[in-house]
């Protein structure tokens, strides 16, 4: 992993091969391993770039955020594109985020447009967050700044993945449970704060004007199909489809499969 300076702190960067860059962002509360079934094969073709966000696996929080504050998706877009710099990757980028990472995505979209080629949403929402879900989020922060977060690493995985996943890949399911036990509690409590604020970003997608591609896990229980290809349909010529035994975690549940995807994609925008 590489250190980029942002500010007063260091960002922990995953940044290998070489050709068209593809700009990998993790979902909550995970780190850059998220993505280690697409960086470790994709790099043969593509330089691929994945950064830790703010609070998350080698990146730490700003010094002196305290307890309560929040982690923003602007802010976590904003990083996204200091690292690019730092990185001097000076053509665009196609940015390849999940769930959360997707949230970054629209953001990155609108304050970084001329550093993008090209968007691929996994797994993700445009809409904002009920008032009940923003209040679910802040009691959850609450929890881990008291507690830890032994409790979400429980409880998170029942969500995350295809019935499948859990029968026949149980590393995968131990492997994310670990990743979440071990999240700074300041971190994941920040980013849920981040989140109950985020934009509900549904009018800006007729507007978005890079080639995209949106995957979906069939069994996707956080961002249903049927949401998902909402997005696909509002974003002009945007891409569709539907990963066959995969949840939330498409990309880890189903490497192969989502790999061809992103290939075939980014190949066709040389
Ligand atoms: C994620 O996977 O990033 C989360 O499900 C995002 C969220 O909590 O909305």
Not at 10 to 39: E, N
Not at 84 to 97: E, K, R, S, T, Y
Not at 194 to 219: C, F, H, K, Q, Y
């Amino acid at each position: 992993m590489k250190k980029v300076t942002i500010g007063d702190r260091q960002c922990s960067v995953y940044d290998k091969g070489s050709g068209a860059t593809i700009l990998f962002v993790h979902g909550f509360p995970l780190s850059h391993a998220m993505w280690r079934g697409q960086l470790e094969t994709l790099k043969a073709r593509f330089r691929v770039v994945a950064p830790d966000l703010r609070g998350f696996g080698g990146s730490p929080l700003p010094a002196g955020v305290e307890a309560d504050e929040k982690s923003t998706m602007r802010q976590m877009a904003d990083d996204c594109a200091v690292v690019l710099d730092a990185l001097q990757i000076a053509g665009p980028v196609v940015l390849c985020g999940l769930s959360m990472g997707g949230y970054v995505a629209w953001q990155f979209a609108k304050h970084h447009s001329g550093k993008l080629r090209g968007l691929i949403l996994c797994d993700t929402k445009a809409a904002g967050d009920t008032p009940e879900a923003a209040e679910t989020r802040r009691k959850m922060a609450e929890h881990v700044l008291k507690h830890g977060t032994s409790a979400v690493a429980e409880a998170m995985p029942a969500k995350l993945f295809a019935q499948v996943t859990h029968k026949e890949q149980q590393e995968i399911v131990a492997e994310v449970r670990k990743t979440i036990e071990a999240t700074s509690p300041q971190g994941l409590a920040a980013a849920q704060r981040g989140m109950a604020e985020r934009e509900d970003v549904r009018s800006w997608l007729p507007n978005i004007a890079v080639p995209t591609l949106v995957i979906v896990g069939r069994e996707d229980a956080i961002s249903p199909v049927d949401e998902m290809r909402a997005i696909a349909d509002a974003i002009p010529g945007a891409k569709f489809h539907v990963v066959e035994q995969a949840g939330h975690m498409a990309p880890l549940e189903q490497p192969g499969d989502v790999n061809t995807l992103i290939a075939d994609f980014v190949g066709s925008l040389a």
